[in-house]
């Protein structure tokens, strides 16, 4: 069966909604805060990546849609705090200077907040918590992976899990219990969509030159991506439903590894 919607589809649907999104009304000039946030742009990875698994699972697209959106909610918050001086201090995102550059500190702490309050406000909004609470808990996964990475380091695949994997996986739950699938069932998914977390940060720091690359070498940190895709496509291979477009999303991080390694 052909998917009902193709990548390119799902990612004009995410933007089309996020700018039809209405924020909560005493938020003021945060609101075009949050929205210069938004703006980014960037592949929308994460909500694709909710709407292609729910789609597969059978999920209610206008239900999807609200999750997806509450899933990049969520990952732009974390953009913008992670952007701030105290933490990784970036100037620029995606071609633009970052909200505490363009606004100054203070107001993108707010906007940040804002964002994840309106997220988990959104994901609120579907007719089941669990999507609400796969987005709480991914955020303090994400949080305690960046105190990781500033105060502690340790082992580097499972900051990794929880700074950047945790949402991918949220992101995949997030359109299984939109779905309705039940949860003996989502094993083989949420698998997937760890695999496919560890291999989005693997190859950002193979594009960067550092993380794995510098603690494993470029040879091991492109050995490693390849072991890591391969077990994803090992879980997508247990699904019992077309899995194509999560398959293509896959094939896109690994033409990426590609690029990187030249």
Not at 164 to 191: K, N, S, Y
Not at 232 to 254: F, N, P, Q, V
Request: with cysteine.
């Amino acid at each position: 069966m052909t998917p009902a919607h193709s990548l390119d589809e799902h990612r004009e649907l995410i933007e089309a909604y996020l700018k039809r999104i209405v924020f909560n009304r005493e938020l003021g000039f945060v609101d075009g805060v949050m929205r210069y946030a938004l703006s980014g742009g960037g592949k929308r990875i994460r909500p694709v990546l909710c709407l292609a698994t729910g789609e597969a699972a059978g999920g209610d697209p206008e239900e999807l849609l609200i999750a997806a959106s509450a899933v990049e909610l969520v990952h732009t918050f974390s953009l913008v705090h992670d952007d701030l001086p105290a933490l990784d201090d970036d100037a620029v995102r995606r071609g633009q200077p970052t909200v505490h550059a363009e606004f100054g500190e203070a107001t993108a702490v707010l906007a940040g907040d804002a964002l994840l309050a309106q997220g988990l406000y959104l994901a609120l909004t579907l007719p089941m918590v669990e999507p609400a609470r796969e987005l709480a808990d991914a955020t303090l996964g994400m949080i305690s992976g960046q105190y990781r990475d500033v105060k502690e380091r340790g082992d580097l695949l499972d900051l990794y899990e929880l700074k950047t994997g945790r949402l991918f996986e949220a992101a995949v739950a997030c359109g299984l219990w939109v779905a309705r699938v039940p949860q003996i069932d989502h094993g083989p998914w949420r698998m997937f969509g760890k695999q496919f977390g560890l291999l989005f940060q693997i190859l950002d720091d193979i594009a960067d030159g550092d993380g794995v690359v510098a603690e494993l070498g470029r040879d091991e940190a492109h050995s490693l991506a390849m072991s890591t895709e391969a077990r994803a496509r090992l879980w997508l291979d247990e699904i019992d439903a077309d899995t194509s477009l999560l398959d293509e999303l896959l094939s896109g991080l690994k033409r990426r590894a590609s690029l990187a390694g030249n």
